[in-house]
């Protein structure tokens, strides 16, 4: 990865697959980084919770980003880049949902899909179910989320995915958002490195640059809600 006047040590930058897929739907920072470097490479792996210690601590990836309390290997470095939640999607016009509020013996009525990817946000869900001793039906699993909007489009089907997930499906498919009957708390978003290679300039600017993203954004959010609030 090559931008302005830095020469890294690399030639290209290695994020894992939840971070882009963090990264790019919430802030369109891929986008970001073309403009802002358009000579730099990004490759994107999917790594699981289990192995990011050691892809990190090896120089497998260089950034990775998501909701992973357990990363704390020695010599991980991490900082917090927002509170993300979690929200229910259905179809439009769902026949059983009509609301942005779902009861939650509607909930455990509805047939659920069910995504297991590399993330860890999921397991909020599953384990504030089996804490207040619920059971969902489930009939879909999938480890695949790309196709999911589509999916639950044209069944009345019901998913609880982050909140970035659902907004962005519902600009492009025809979905609604909906609230889940149950309190589920904000959890943090951290990117995450090694201080090995700290040092390494590209990985440093895109670590830098993807903290300025989530900070502008947050500076956007508390203006429009001051302002929403004075009118």
């Not at 013996?105 to 999921?122: F, Y």
């Not at 309190?183 to 490195?193: D, K, R």
Request: charged content about 20%.
């Amino acid at each position: 990865m090559r931008y302005c006047s830095i020469s890294p040590l690399k030639d290209h930058v290695v994020i894992d697959w939840q971070a882009f897929k963090l990264w790019g739907i919430r802030a369109n920072a891929s986008c970001g980084v073309v403009l802002t470097a358009p000579h730099c490479s990004l490759r994107c792996e999917p790594v699981t919770t289990g192995q990011m210690d050691d892809a990190l601590s090896s120089g497998g990836i260089d950034l990775a980003m998501g909701y992973c309390p357990n990363l704390n290997a020695l010599g991980i470095m991490s900082e917090k880049l927002f509170l993300h939640s979690l929200f229910c999607l259905v179809r439009a016009n769902h026949p059983q949902v009509r609301s942005s509020h779902v009861t939650l013996d509607t909930l455990l009525e509805l047939q659920h899909a069910v995504v297991h990817s590399v993330g860890r946000s999921n397991e909020l869900f599953e384990t504030l179910l089996r804490t207040r001793k619920l059971r969902r039906k489930v009939t879909l699993l999938s480890s695949h989320v790309l196709s999911l909007s589509a999916i639950i489009a044209s069944a009345d089907l019901i998913v609880t995915v982050p909140r970035s997930l659902a907004e962005y499906y519902v600009g492009i498919d025809n979905l609604r958002m909906v609230e889940p009957p149950i309190n589920i708390q904000p959890y943090e978003i951290s990117q995450f490195c090694h201080g090995r290679f700290d040092g390494d300039p590209a990985v440093k600017w895109l670590r830098t640059y993807v903290a300025n993203l989530h900070q502008e954004k947050r500076s956007r959010s508390r203006a429009a809600s001051g302002k929403g609030a004075r009118s």
